[in-house]
């Protein structure tokens, strides 16, 4: 019997990029611009989804894909705030979405009719950074409350993110949030990134945040 | 904790690969797993136990090479492998510009019996 070494060099996660991609290009051809939303449980993605649905009222058609752990109750919500179509994906407990739970959720929603699609992950700063869904832009949340050290602990979604939503700014003074700290070592991961000052509560930031979206959707038609 | 479906993916591409390269059954797989890919030894050796079974893989030795994640400091112009939650140079404390994510999840290659 012979042995003899096969090379792969191959990305684990390969079969997840290639379903990505198809993902990807139905997106890019519908003309939708998909945005994974990633934070821990609690950050507000839920919330940012429901205050950008508000905010784009009557100027944007937007889709919303539920991932985090929620039963339907977000699902709901985001239609009650006005969300063009919705659906709940559900994760089985896993801890993060992969792609092939969007091309199936993708078969659920109506495209033409769409011009931004939000895709709630699961709660978790770890794990979905690391399966591509077929997304334009990766968004991470970070509220106050969880504090600044956040970087530090878990820089590789800071690192791939496109935007960063800092929210719960109502609660900066009273949770100690060292805003010099985080934009110190969120500059060392990623020098460029636009970030958004945003309270889901007051309402601060939110119209700028909306804004970008849009602009961005527009230079994509 | 999610190793199950990333030791699912493995076996996906290395009996593919050991198919077509026409292998009897694969003797070993070798893979690059960062330090910062959130995935722990034992739990892949556990999947793998559990899902090789009755593949060309039954028999394989699971072989893990580690990357870390590592920075290079211009003020020290020096590159350095910081502890997990601390990435500022050793030396002069501050952060230096990220060189490698240490988040590989690779499968270099397998070694098959024909
Ligand atoms: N004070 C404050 N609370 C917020 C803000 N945004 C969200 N919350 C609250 O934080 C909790 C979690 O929000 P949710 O959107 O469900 O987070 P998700 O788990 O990331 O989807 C809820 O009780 C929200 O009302 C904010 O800007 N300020
Ligand atoms: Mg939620
Ligand atoms: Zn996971
Ligand atoms: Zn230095």
């Known amino acids: ?23 990807r290009r139905r997106l890019v051809e519908a003309g939708v611009v998909a945005i994974n939303l990633m934070a821990s449980p609690g950050a507000g993605k839920t919330s940012l ?52 739970m969007i091309q199936t959720a993708l078969e659920s929603l109506d495209l033409s009719q769409l011009d931004l699609l939000f895709v709630e992950n699961v709660g978790n700063l770890v794990c979905p950074t690391q399966w591509a869904l077929g997304e334009q832009l990766k968004l991470c949340i970070l509220s106050t409350a969880e504090g600044h050290d956040k970087p530090v602990k878990y820089p590789e979604i800071f690192a791939i993110s496109d935007l960063i939503v800092l929210n719960k700014m109502d609660l900066v003074e009273l949770v100690d949030f060292d805003r010099s700290f985080f934009y110190d070592s969120l500059k ?7 970030v958004f000052e945003v309270s889901c509560r007051t309402g601060a930031g939110i119209p700028e945040f909306a804004e970008s979206l849009l602009k961005y959707k527009q230079a994509r038609p | 904790m999610h190793e199950m479906s ?13 198919k077509e390269a026409g292998a009897e059954r694969v003797t070993r797989i070798n893979l690059v797993i960062g330090e910062r890919a959130n995935l722990v ?33 211009a003020t020290c112009q020096s590159n350095y492998t910081p502890p997990i939650d601390n ?15 240490g988040r590989e999840m690779l499968i270099e290659s397998i070694e098959v019996a024909d």
Request: aromatic residues 4%; glycine residues 6%.
């Open chain 2, 6 to 18: 990333v030791l699912s993916s493995i076996l996906e591409i290395v009996n593919q690969t050991a």
């Open chain 1, 188 to 194: 060392a991961l990623n020098p460029t990134v636009p």
């Open chain 2, 41 to 73: 030894d034992d739990s892949l050796w556990f999947a793998f136990s559990l899902l090789s079974r009755g593949t060309l893989c039954a028999e394989a030795e699971l072989n893990i090479r580690h990357t870390r994640l590592s920075f290079y400091c």
């Open chain 1, 1 to 23: 019997m012979n042995t003899h070494t096969v090379k792969v060099v191959k990305s684990i996660l390969a079969n997840n990029d290639v379903v990505a991609e198809l993902n």
């Open chain 1, 49 to 100: 989804i429901i205050k950008t649905l508000e905010a784009l009222r009557g100027r944007a058609r937007v889709g919303v894909i539920e991932g985090d752990i929620a039963g339907s109750i977000d699902t709901e919500k985001v239609l009650t705030a006005g969300a063009q179509d919705a659906v709940q994906i559900n994760t089985g407990g896993n801890c993060h979405l992969e792609a092939n």
């Open chain 2, 87 to 101: 990435f500022r140079c050793p030396v002069c404390h501050q952060i230096g510009q990220i060189t490698g994510d």
